[in-house]
């Protein structure tokens, strides 16, 4: 959605307030970043091209990281930001951090920033906080949601282009929302079993010698609008899957394509 470095930061960033203690997917979880190997551990889970240096990792960085998490989840829990309280959480990391221009494995410019040391705390720092400030400044703080699940406590970084995603991964947060919402509609129908027209179909007409009217049957066009204009959560949940499906998959291509451009310029 951004660029790159900052696309996989804020990933990194979301999976770091995930490691608190909470509920995921309705299942509860301990505190995932309480000792030094587990906080190697989080720092190998990240791509290679983030450079947090796991080297230097030990009890003191274990606590200032520990810190950063929180303040990071404060920020993340105020999203969409509205207020200056989150943004001066934010001004506090952001504190000693500098920008400089490098450039990016392709040759393109990109701004880096500059950590107050070369401390893994401070360098986490200056890659999260440089990260969410690009959200701030563009207005795109409510990508930073938390897990619409149903007793679920996950963080979710939104870099989908239409904004679709509301479920996180450790779970089946998505499925049990979609059968939540089917028994609330099967349950509805239990308690009121005669037949509803739709939007499309509520004008009641009379054929030629009929002695009762019928509803008239949405046409083609009509049934396409509703799939475009869905009511149910299902079915809304449903469309975005599909939108999300479809522009992560326009993206796969067009990186083949400059592949495939750059191959036969060589």
């Known amino acids: 959605m951004f660029d790159v470095d900052t696309d996989r930061t804020l990933v990194a960033a979301a999976d770091l307030v995930n490691t608190a203690a909470g509920l995921r997917s309705a299942t509860p979880g301990p505190d995932q970043l309480a000792t030094v190997a587990q906080l190697k551990k989080y720092l190998n889970q990240r791509d290679g091209d983030i450079r947090w240096p796991a080297s230097n990792a030990d009890r003191t960085q274990l606590s200032r990281v520990r810190d950063l998490r929180d303040k990071v989840h404060e920020i993340w829990a105020a999203a969409p930001i509205e207020t200056e309280a989150p943004v001066q959480v934010l001004n506090q990391l952001l504190s000693g951090v500098g920008l400089r221009i490098g450039r990016t494995s392709d040759g393109q410019h990109r701004a880096e920033p500059v950590p107050a040391s070369a401390e893994l705390a401070d360098v986490m720092t200056a890659s999260i906080a440089t990260s969410i400030q690009h959200l701030v400044v563009r207005e795109e703080t409510a990508r930073m949601r938390t897990c619409r699940g149903e007793s679920c406590e996950a963080v979710i970084i939104d870099l989908t282009r239409n904004r679709s995603r509301l479920f996180c991964d450790f779970g089946n947060c998505a499925n049990r929302a979609h059968v939540r919402a089917y028994r609330a509609r099967q349950a509805a129908h239990r308690k009121d079993p005669s037949p509803r027209p739709t939007p499309a179909a509520q004008t009641p007409v009379e054929t030629e010698g009929a002695a009762s009217a ?32 479809r522009d992560e998959l326009m993206e796969k291509r067009g990186k083949k394509s400059k592949k495939s451009k750059k191959g036969k310029k060589k």
């Open 214 to 245: 019928r509803l008239v049957k949405p046409s083609a066009a009509e049934k396409a609008a509703q799939i475009q204009e869905p009511t149910s959560q299902s079915a809304t949940a449903a469309k975005e899957f599909r939108e999300r499906m």
